[in-house]
DNA sequence: CGCGTTTGACCGGCGC
DNA sequence: GCGCCGGTCAAACGCG
């Protein structure tokens, strides 16, 4: 297989049905044990699946103005990409790996990915569900909160979590929502999280848990709550940046997760990331993403994004280098 | 005993 | 003003 096929499935992935007529290339269907969608066959070893755009959509999950703004299709879209919109578009880059070598992706996690047609029940449900994702957009969608918060961000929680003025509203950090399909509400992420509330959700018989980061002074938080409409969907929202090292390994990885540079928006970056490249590092063959024998190139890897996808980078392009560059750098030690 | 979870109470924002 | 709802607190409890 060329590298230049390789980086056609990549690109292909990202912007497959909705997207792909935005793109040049159409998807090869069904290759390697996924399907159009990303969906890999029942046979399959139990994983969680970051979903393809198209899941994402087709569960309601995210609104396609959204989608569109993160990754700059809208035609009254900023320079500013919303940081949750974008962390959508980072999260598919979870699967790049599966796609690049025609494996699911591998997680803790224990849960199937299955038809796109599961995510499909009555309109109404759906709506309702939507309704109550785009509350939740909305939050994460407001540029120059989420600017603003950036630069907060290593606020202690006290100056965080109070109004600084009476009657101002308090400062929000930015949120990302993640979206995942897994039998596992708590899924693992390499901190360490103390659950400090459960709350029913309105309209879903499940309930939404909240978990803040167990390091002292690190402002972090997290909820998770599953769809209603899709007990397999869990929604997973971080807010606030990490302000420590990540404290555990993962996936009894021998070596340490690497320490997260100014730790931005999402840390999933770093799980993505680590599972991408250890995906593109063991694959077999070359490959375009910079591989050189046992080594990826993070500016080239980069580069081979595609053009709206190296967009999305940028705001946190300085942290995915890093880790990227990291992460390498820990694979090639013996 | 320390740490994490559970759960009811409380608070603030928001819509009517 | 009132009620609803999301988010947080904190005491009680469980577990290793």
Redo the contacts with the bound molecule.
């Keep these: 297989m060329s590298g230049d096929q390789d980086h056609r499935e990549l690109y292909n992935f990202f912007f497959q049905d909705e997207f792909s007529p935005l793109f040049p290339q159409k998807p090869a269907a069904g290759s390697a044990g996924a399907d159009a969608y990303g969906h890999h066959s029942p046979a399959a070893p139990p994983t969680t699946t970051f979903l393809s755009i198209t899941d994402l959509l087709r569960s309601s999950m995210v609104d396609y103005a959204a989608v569109d703004k993160a990754f700059g299709l809208s035609s009254s879209s900023s320079s500013q990409v919303p940081v949750a919109a974008a962390t959508v578009g980072s999260e598919l880059m979870l699967d790049v790996n599966s796609l690049s070598t025609g494996n699911p992706p591998v997680t803790p996690n224990s849960s199937n990915c299955s038809s796109s047609t599961e995510a499909a029940g009555d309109e109404d449900a759906l709506r309702r569900c939507k309704e109550e994702q785009l509350k939740q957009e909305e939050?994460v969608q407001r540029p120059e909160e989420a600017v603003a918060d950036h630069k907060v961000g290593d606020m202690s929680k006290e100056e965080n979590?109070k109004?600084k003025k009476k009657?101002e509203?308090?400062a929000r950090e930015p949120r990302v929502a993640f979206v995942t399909k897994s039998e596992i509400d708590?899924l693992e992420d390499g901190y360490?999280?103390?659950?400090?509330?459960?709350?029913a959700?309105?309209n879903s018989p499940y309930p939404?848990?909240?978990?803040r980061c167990?390091s002292q002074k690190c402002p972090v938080?997290k909820?998770v709550e599953r769809c209603y409409q899709n007990p397999m969907i869990v929604i997973t929202t971080y807010e606030g940046k990490h302000t420590h090292h990540c404290p555990i390994t993962l996936r009894g990885s021998t070596h340490l997760f690497p320490p997260p540079p100014a730790m931005s928006a999402s840390f999933c970056h770093n799980l993505m990331m680590q599972q991408a490249v250890q995906r593109l590092n063991s694959s077999a063959g070359d490959n375009k993403f910079g591989q050189r024998g046992n080594f990826i190139d993070p500016n080239v890897f980069l580069q081979n994004l595609p053009p709206s996808l190296q967009q999305l980078q940028f705001q946190d392009y300085g942290l995915l280098q890093d880790v990227v560059s990291s992460m390498v750098n820990e694979r090639q030690l013996p």
Excluded at 192 to 199: A, E, F, I, N
Excluded at 208 to 211: A, V
Aim: proline share 4%; aromatic share 16%; glycine share 8%.
């Design positions: 939050e979590d109004p009657g509203k308090r708590h360490r999280w103390r659950k400090y509330g459960q709350k959700v309105k939404r848990s909240y978990y167990t938080k909820r």
